[in-house]
């Protein structure tokens, strides 16, 4: 059925042994069974032909039919009988006519006798008496034992004469009684005889009490008479042998374990499974991917798989009674894991009859097997049971209609709800099921109220915002089929919009567009709160709202928005919502005015550590802004001039989040740390902070990555220390893929930041190039451009001044003052400080910019400026720390060198 073969060599030597010892004189017999498909067929054609090619050997095989009455008896004897070397005076007889007269003289010994009328083989019989006797041949009355001995007898014969044979007979499932004592007979020659016997049958047959082949079988074992060979599933190694044939693909073990997942290895359905993947490659692929993506596409159409797994299954399946079949759908419905409790609260059945007749199924074989389960399973007073592979359960859950399907979803989901309310801690596993059944049975408000709560209680331990953000997606799912009504679905609808934005941030993606995308989704929950009409409610919104603004529109659009909801939310009436809001409009006003947005943080977090409701507040929400601010706070003190405090601050919020297992929250301190590191003249200890945050992720930032701004960020910071290090190759490699990267995020919060740093590497590479500075002032200067309009005072600063040594490069002096003066402007107009800016380095490059133009005073002026701002930061440090920042960091020794200064 199925032309796989692969990993078999173990079974093949069995029997090639057993061909071996026939060719030798010593008979054996072995028994090969498995299910439908399951690779018997492709195992017997590969040992036929080694077998074929031992000198002396002759093989001989037949298949049993379906046909079982009176015109069948001994038919695959009779077929092996036909098919032994005839006398040469026998060559002109038919095959039936051969053995007719090779038999009479044995047969009509039988004749009259009493008994019933032999079933099978009549026509034989017949032919024999007629042609020796005068006998009536209705008149054969069987002693069956008789026959059998005198057929096996002949064949016997036929190997004394011609030599060591090997009988194989495929099919034997569908063997008849009288044939099995023929063999029986036969087996009972052995070892003596160089015969060999192989039996090919299925599994199945042990479910059927009364096949005629079970009793033989058990004989044979009984009596050590016969081995048995039984398939399985292939193992990892031969389905990753097998997609490398069928594929050409090299071993990938997450596709070998999703399709061993999918089939348990199962040949026949390996093989179509793998066939529905290279159609689909061949018509419909116009992205040009991969097979091994292709291989873990939940949408490949499953209808021809589906119509395969009945076929391996009918047989099954046609042995068992209804209600075991309504037990085991049902089954299916829970998954491809499920507890027998479940399954007998949705079934209405007893607790007995259920446990029994999943042990009997699961002895019988085909469907489930018992597996140990999670602990908490025990609890549940539960066996614990998987179907053998996902289309087996696949196949049962489709024998339902949708409606029953929902239904059963539901008595499922109502079975767990009952099982969890003993737990003080319900098992997660337990929890995320009872969520799917509420939501495929229909229960789309009891879907989102669950998986929101599920999603809370996560978000508040801290330890995987992105399952956090998985469950909130699902609970979003569930509310979009539910109406707006501006009450309890639409206050969900915000509350739920909330906690997924914010603890998915560092994944976010842009959109150009008002209707997709995160921005999309903070309208939608403005919308949900104006609906309610709930001031609190509306100020939340307006919260989030203001926060997507920052990195969809820029800054100036998002403080309007924070500054409007601030106005509106009474810091002591709700101190909760003044936190949140406060919080975010201080650490965005800081891009523009680092002093009033710290001063609005400080304010913040004093609020944090004075109000109860925050103090003790259980949430999540509150809790992830709590640690934004204090990093905010950390970042912002690197740029107040006190790098020091910064590193306090930062190393303090980083070690508390990885006691906490917070991965998901990691990004932003570890970035930020590493600034710090880099502003410090600490360059090993940033790129170790930096290859850790890149580590946290597996976004590579590739075409085919979904990207991500907070990867483009630690990229790009790889690429400045190693322009750092005069290591431009390096550096311009990274640069430019973080740029691709940020850009394709569409965050309008991180890309000038990039941009920036990669214009800062094409000044500063090594040799210098025309080229590259030109490339530089175009890039620095749409940067500009673009910062003025989203009105990001800090990059559009750096950018200014980047557009200015870029000029001067070129020997365009004035127009690299006028550049350079529009980023002094820019920074003194903002209070002579701003986040991300090296106030140092703006005045030593406008200095070098004066002194170009013949304003040695003014440069001189500027020079000493760039000397306090250095001076001024290093108050904070001592011994080595202040030493490595005066002579490490190439600013300061720059802007010490113009002056002359040793220290």
Same mark, same amino acid.
């Given at each position: 059925?199925?032309?796989?073969?692969?990993?078999?060599?173990?079974?093949?030597?069995?029997?090639?042994?057993?061909?071996?010892?026939?060719?030798?004189?010593?008979?054996?017999?072995?028994? %090969?069974?498995?299910? $439908?498909?399951?690779?018997?067929?492709?195992?017997?054609?590969?040992?036929?032909?080694?077998?074929?090619?031992?000198?002396?050997?002759?093989?001989?095989?037949?298949?049993?039919?379906?046909?079982?009455?009176?015109?069948?008896?001994?038919?695959?004897?009779?077929?092996?009988?036909?098919?032994?070397?005839?006398?040469?005076?026998?060559?002109?007889?038919?095959?039936?006519?051969?053995?007719?007269?090779?038999?009479?003289?044995?047969?009509?010994?039988?004749?009259? @006798?009493?008994?019933?009328?032999?079933?099978?083989?009549?026509?034989?019989?017949?032919?024999?008496?007629?042609?020796?006797?005068?006998?009536?041949?209705?008149?054969?009355?069987?002693?069956?034992?008789?026959?059998?001995?005198?057929?096996?007898?002949?064949?016997?014969?036929?190997?004394? #004469?011609?030599?060591?044979?090997?009988? %194989?007979?495929?099919?034997?499932?569908?063997?008849?009684?009288?044939?099995?004592? #023929?063999?029986?007979?036969?087996?009972?020659?052995?070892?003596?005889?160089?015969?060999?016997?192989?039996?090919?049958?299925?599994?199945? $047959?042990?479910?059927?009490?009364?096949?005629?082949?079970?009793?033989?079988?058990?004989?044979?074992?009984?009596?050590?008479?016969?081995?048995?060979?039984?398939?399985?599933?292939?193992?990892?190694?031969?389905?990753?042998?097998?997609?490398?044939?069928?594929?050409?693909?090299?071993?990938?073990?997450?596709?070998?374990?999703?399709?061993?997942?999918? !089939?348990?290895?199962?040949?026949?359905?390996?093989?179509?499974? @793998?066939?529905?993947?290279?159609?689909?490659?061949?018509?419909?692929?116009?992205?040009?991917?991969?097979?091994?993506?292709?291989?873990?596409?939940?949408?490949?159409?499953?209808?021809?798989?589906?119509?395969?797994?009945?076929?391996?299954?009918?047989?099954?399946?046609?042995?068992?009674?209804?209600?075991? +079949?309504?037990?085991?759908?049902?089954?299916? !419905?829970?998954?491809?894991?499920?507890?027998?409790?479940?399954?007998?609260?949705?079934?209405?059945?007893?607790?007995?009859?259920?446990?029994?007749?999943?042990?009997?199924?699961?002895?019988?074989?085909?469907?489930?097997?018992?597996?140990?389960?999670?602990?908490?399973?025990?609890?549940?007073?539960?066996?614990?049971?998987?179907?053998?592979?996902?289309?087996?359960?696949?196949?049962?859950?489709?024998?339902?209609?949708?409606?029953?399907?929902?239904?059963?979803?539901?008595? $499922?989901?109502?079975?767990?709800?009952?099982?969890?309310?003993?737990?003080?801690?319900?098992?997660?596993?337990?929890?995320?099921?009872?969520?799917?059944?509420?939501?495929?049975?229909?229960?789309?408000?009891?879907?989102?109220?669950?998986?929101?709560?599920?999603?809370?209680?996560?978000?508040?331990?801290?330890?995987?915002?992105?399952?956090?953000?998985?469950?909130?997606?699902?609970?979003?799912?569930?509310?979009?089929?539910?109406?707006?009504?501006?009450?309890?679905?639409?206050?969900?609808?915000?509350?739920?919009?909330?906690?997924?934005?914010?603890?998915?941030?560092?994944?976010?993606? /842009?959109?150009?567009?008002?209707?997709?995308?995160?921005?999309?989704?903070?309208?939608?929950?403005?919308?949900?709160?104006?609906?309610?009409?709930?001031?609190?409610?509306?100020?939340?919104?307006?919260?989030?709202?203001?926060? +997507?603004?920052?990195?969809?529109?820029?800054?100036?659009?998002?403080?309007? $928005?924070?500054?409007?909801?601030?106005?509106?939310?009474?810091?002591?009436?709700?101190?909760?919502?003044?936190?949140?809001?406060?919080?975010?409009?201080?650490?965005?006003?800081?891009?523009?005015?680092?002093?009033?947005?710290?001063?609005?943080?400080?304010?913040?977090?004093?609020?944090?550590?004075?109000?109860?409701?925050?103090?003790?507040?259980?949430?999540?929400?509150?809790?992830?802004?709590?640690?934004?601010?204090?990093?905010?706070?950390?970042?912002?003190?690197?740029?107040?001039?006190?790098?020091?405090?910064?590193?306090?601050?930062?190393?303090?919020?980083?070690?508390?989040?990885?006691?906490?297992?917070?991965?998901?929250?990691?990004?932003?301190?570890?970035?930020?740390? /590493?600034?710090?590191?880099?502003?410090?003249?600490?360059?090993? =200890?940033?790129?170790?902070?930096?290859?850790?945050?890149?580590?946290?992720?597996?976004?590579?930032?590739?075409?085919?990555?979904?990207?991500?701004?907070?990867?483009?960020?630690?990229?790009?910071?790889?690429?400045?220390?190693?322009?750092?290090?005069?290591?431009?190759?390096?550096?311009?490699?990274?640069?430019?893929?973080?740029?691709?990267?940020?850009?394709?995020?569409? %965050?309008?919060?991180?890309?000038?930041?990039?941009?920036?740093?990669?214009?800062?590497?094409?000044?500063?590479?090594?040799?210098?190039?025309?080229?590259?500075?030109?490339?530089?002032?175009?890039?620095?200067?749409?940067?500009?451009?673009?910062?003025?309009? /989203?009105?990001?005072?800090?990059?559009?600063?750096?950018?200014?001044?980047?557009?200015?040594?870029?000029?001067?490069?070129?020997?365009?002096?004035?127009?690299?003052?006028?550049?350079?003066?529009? /980023?002094?402007?820019?920074?003194?107009?903002?209070?002579?400080?701003?986040?991300?800016?090296?106030?140092?380095?703006?005045?030593?490059?406008?200095?070098?910019?004066?002194?170009?133009?013949?304003?040695?005073? =003014?440069?001189?002026?500027?020079?000493?400026?760039?000397?306090?701002?250095?001076?001024?930061?290093?108050?904070?440090?001592? =011994?080595?720390?202040?030493?490595?920042?005066?002579?490490? @960091?190439?600013?300061?020794?720059? @802007?010490?060198?113009?002056?002359?200064?040793?220290?």
């Amino acid at each position: 059925m199925t032309e796989i073969f692969v990993n078999r060599e173990r079974e093949q030597q069995q029997l090639l042994d057993m061909a071996t010892a026939v060719a030798g004189g010593t008979g054996r017999a072995y028994c %090969i069974e498995g299910p $439908v498909g399951i690779g018997k067929t492709a195992l017997l054609k590969a040992f036929q032909e080694r077998a074929a090619t031992m000198p002396g050997l002759r093989i001989s095989k037949v298949t049993c039919h379906g046909q079982i009455g009176a015109e069948n008896s001994y038919g695959p004897i009779i077929d092996l009988l036909a098919l032994q070397p005839a006398p040469r005076s026998a060559q002109r007889w038919t095959r039936r006519r051969r053995i007719a007269t090779d038999l009479a003289p044995d047969l009509l010994e039988l004749v009259p @006798v009493a008994g019933t009328v032999l079933k099978l083989g009549t026509q034989l019989i017949k032919d024999v008496i007629k042609e020796h006797s005068e006998a009536d041949p209705n008149a054969l009355i069987g002693q069956v034992g008789r026959v059998a001995q005198i057929l096996a007898g002949a064949l016997l014969r036929a190997v004394v #004469v011609h030599g060591p044979t090997l009988l %194989i007979i495929d099919d034997a499932e569908r063997i008849d009684p009288s044939s099995c004592i #023929v063999l029986d007979y036969l087996a009972q020659a052995l070892p003596s005889a160089p015969l060999g016997l192989v039996l090919v049958h299925r599994d199945s $047959v042990w479910a059927a009490e009364q096949h005629p082949l079970i009793g033989l079988l058990r004989t044979w074992r009984s009596h050590g008479l016969a081995r048995a060979i039984r398939l399985e599933g292939l193992p990892d190694t031969a389905v990753g042998e097998y997609l490398r044939q069928q594929l050409n693909l090299p071993h990938d073990e997450a596709a070998v374990r999703g399709l061993q997942d999918l !089939t348990a290895g199962h040949p026949l359905l390996l093989a179509q499974y @793998v066939t529905l993947v290279r159609d689909r490659q061949e018509a419909d692929n116009p992205e040009g991917r991969s097979p091994a993506d292709m291989l873990t596409d939940p949408g490949l159409p499953e209808g021809p798989l589906l119509d395969t797994v009945e076929t391996v299954l009918s047989e099954r399946l046609a042995l068992l009674d209804p209600a075991t +079949i309504r037990l085991l759908v049902i089954a299916a !419905t829970q998954g491809r894991l499920f507890l027998s409790a479940v399954v007998q609260e949705a079934s209405g059945l007893s607790r007995e009859e259920v446990l029994e007749r999943l042990y009997e199924v699961e002895e019988r074989g085909g469907f489930i097997q018992a597996v140990p389960g999670p602990e908490w399973a025990a609890d549940t007073r539960s066996d614990c049971y998987q179907f053998q592979h996902a289309l087996v359960q696949r196949s049962l859950y489709a024998r339902q209609s949708g409606q029953l399907r929902r239904d059963r979803h539901l008595a $499922v989901a109502e079975a767990i709800d009952r099982l969890l309310r003993p737990f003080a801690d319900p098992p997660r596993d337990l929890l995320l099921d009872l969520g799917r059944h509420y939501h495929l049975g229909g229960a789309m408000q009891s879907a989102a109220r669950h998986n929101y709560r599920m999603a809370l209680d996560l978000a508040h331990t801290g330890s995987s915002y992105a399952e956090v953000a998985a469950l909130c997606s699902q609970a979003m799912n569930a509310l979009q089929r539910l109406p707006s009504d501006g009450g309890d679905n639409d206050r969900l609808r915000v509350s739920t919009l909330e906690l997924l934005l914010v603890t998915s941030e560092t994944y976010w993606e /842009a959109s150009d567009s008002d209707e997709s995308g995160i921005l999309r989704l903070a309208v939608e929950a403005a919308e949900a709160a104006d609906r309610v009409g709930d001031p609190p409610l509306q100020a939340r919104a307006g919260f989030l709202y203001g926060k +997507i603004l920052l990195h969809t529109r820029g800054a100036e659009a998002s403080l309007n $928005v924070l500054a409007d909801a601030l106005a509106r939310t009474g810091k002591e009436s709700d101190p909760v919502n003044w936190f949140l809001i406060a919080a975010e409009y201080g650490a965005q006003l800081t891009q523009s005015d680092l002093v009033r947005g710290m001063a609005m943080m400080h304010e913040a977090e004093e609020l944090l550590h004075l109000a109860p409701q925050l103090r003790d507040a259980q949430d999540a929400v509150v809790r992830l802004i709590a640690d934004q601010l204090e990093q905010h706070l950390g970042i912002n003190h690197l740029d107040a001039g006190d790098p020091h405090g910064a590193q306090v601050r930062l190393t303090a919020v980083l070690e508390r989040l990885q006691a906490r297992g917070a991965t998901d929250q990691l990004q932003p301190p570890l970035n930020y740390l /590493a600034q710090t590191r880099i502003a410090l003249g600490d360059l090993m =200890g940033a790129q170790e902070l930096l290859d850790e945050a890149i580590g946290l992720t597996d976004r590579s930032g590739a075409d085919d990555s979904p990207p991500s701004a907070w990867h483009a960020y630690q990229v790009a910071l790889l690429g400045h220390v190693a322009m750092l290090r005069n290591d431009t190759e390096t550096a311009l490699e990274r640069l430019r893929a973080s740029v691709d990267e940020v850009d394709r995020s569409g %965050i309008v919060s991180i890309a000038p930041l990039v941009h920036n740093y990669l214009a800062e590497a094409l000044l500063e590479a090594h040799p210098a190039d025309d080229r590259r500075i030109a490339e530089a002032e175009r890039l620095a200067a749409q940067n500009a451009a673009d910062c003025r309009r /989203a009105g990001a005072a800090r990059s559009e600063v750096v950018a200014w001044s980047l557009v200015a040594r870029a000029r001067l490069a070129q020997g365009r002096l004035q127009e690299a003052l006028q550049a350079s003066a529009i /980023a002094v402007e820019i920074l003194e107009d903002s209070g002579g400080r701003l986040p991300t800016v090296s106030v140092e380095e703006i005045y030593y490059h406008h200095a070098k910019a004066l002194a170009a133009t013949g304003d040695q005073d =003014g440069a001189t002026r500027f020079l000493e400026r760039a000397w306090q701002e250095i001076q001024y930061k290093a108050v904070s440090l001592t =011994g080595p720390a202040r030493r490595r920042f005066l002579d490490n @960091v190439p600013i300061n020794r720059s @802007v010490a060198g113009a002056l002359g200064h040793n220290e």
